[in-house]
């Protein structure tokens, strides 16, 4: 985790989360740790569940409780398990939440549903997934977002290096891991050409396979219809099964659909520190924002903070970059200091 480290270095002495009260929706892994004792290190106090039913380490878990920090996760939550660890989290006596963060938007949906009151005197949300975003852009349409939130899940840094390049590793060494096939000459369907459908594609024709791709949003259509009694399912072992259609058809389902990286395999701490280093910043940014910055609105991350993020990982490649001489600078109508790329471009 080089530029989360590098960013705890740089801010530990200035505590610019000083007074922040947290709460944590996220996977719980071994980063996921390096995260919330760089929150700590910053000065706030944080609270953390699980987004996920199955991508929590319980080693992990249990290693944060024990230094003291409130954690209510474990690996394979039930339904009823999963949102009584949220509510936890969230309603505790003598502390109050004033900031999210979030991965799929459950911990936002379930402060507003249930604690209202509460919502409202939060300073601001920090999302980080497709799904979690999706739903705060819902919630600002209808006028029910009271305070304001920024979607670090389209931030450059995080779209890039998550999204895509790290999707096309870690998504391919789960399926591996857990179905055991060679994949030249497999016909593969992937469902929707994001980052991550591109990532996929990537990797699957890399070896060898043969690569369809559809892109009407057929997921939900999937989630809505598979278990209908008409579908068999068959356990082959942990987070494996076979859908078995009644002509005999079947198809291998991983993880119950969700996200098998994190479920059955596992993404690479640099990757990780790039989006839990923009979490941070979106954090402190909110949190220390004079009263008007931001709206009761959904923001991307500021140009100049994604620039920051890949300048703190830069190091760890011993690379250095150029610096614009002041005749360079004015000629291109830029600050030498950044940001260097407008807000629309994508890289």
């Keep these: 985790m080089p ?15 000083q007074g922040a009260k947290i709460i944590g929706c996220t996977h719980i892994t071994a980063q996921t740790a390096v995260l919330v004792e760089t929150l700590a290190a910053l000065g706030a106090s944080v609270r953390w569940s699980a987004c996920n ?11 944060l409780a024990e230094c003291g920090f409130p954690i209510y996760a474990w ?18 006596e003598g502390w109050q939440p004033n900031m ?15 604690y209202p009151a509460m919502f409202n005197m939060v300073k601001g949300i920090v999302e980080e997934s497709v799904t979690g975003v999706h739903r705060l852009y819902q919630l600002s349409k209808s006028g029910k977002l009271t305070v304001p939130a920024m979607n670090v899940n389209d931030s450059v840094t995080k779209t890039k290096f998550d999204n895509l390049y790290s999707c096309r590793e870690s998504i391919l060494d789960a399926l591996k891991r857990t179905t055991d096939v060679m994949f030249g000459g497999k016909q593969v369907l992937i469902c929707g050409y994001g980052e991550v459908g591109k990532g996929c594609s990537q990797a699957l024709k890399g070896l060898g396979a043969i690569v369809s791709v559809t892109e009407i949003d057929p997921i939900c259509a999937l989630q809505a219809c598979l278990r209908t009694p008409e579908l068999t399912w068959e356990k082959v072992r942990s987070q494996v099964e076979h859908i078995i259609w009644p002509d005999g058809k079947r198809i291998i389902m991983l993880a119950e659909g969700r996200l098998v990286n994190l479920s059955c395999s596992s993404v690479p701490s640099f990757v990780v520190s790039i989006t839990a280093t923009t979490q941070a ?18 923001y991307l991350l500021p140009k100049k903070m994604d620039e920051y993020v890949a300048s ?32 629309y471009y994508r890289y």
């Excluded at 394979?76 to 509510?87: L, M, P, R, Y």
């Excluded at 938007?105 to 549903?113: F, I, M, R």
């Excluded at 291109?332 to 790329?341: E, I, M, Q, T, Y």
């Design 100 to 114: 999210i963060l979030d991965d799929g938007g459950d911990a936002t949906h379930w402060l507003l549903k249930k």
């Design 312 to 343: 703190l990982h830069l190091p760890n490649f011993d690379a250095h970059l150029t610096e614009l001489t002041d005749d360079q600078a004015k000629y291109l109508g830029l600050n030498k200091a950044g940001p260097f790329k407008p807000n």
């Design 3 to 17: 530029g989360l480290m590098a960013l705890r270095r740089r801010a530990e002495a200035d505590k610019p989360l």
């Design 281 to 298: 910043l979106a954090l402190i940014e909110l949190f220390n924002a004079p009263t008007g910055r931001y709206k009761q609105d959904v």
């Design 53 to 63: 039913i199955y991508s929590t380490q319980n080693e992990v878990a249990a290693a």
């Design 75 to 92: 690996k394979g939550e039930n339904e009823d398990d999963f949102w009584w660890c949220i509510d936890k989290c969230i309603n505790a």
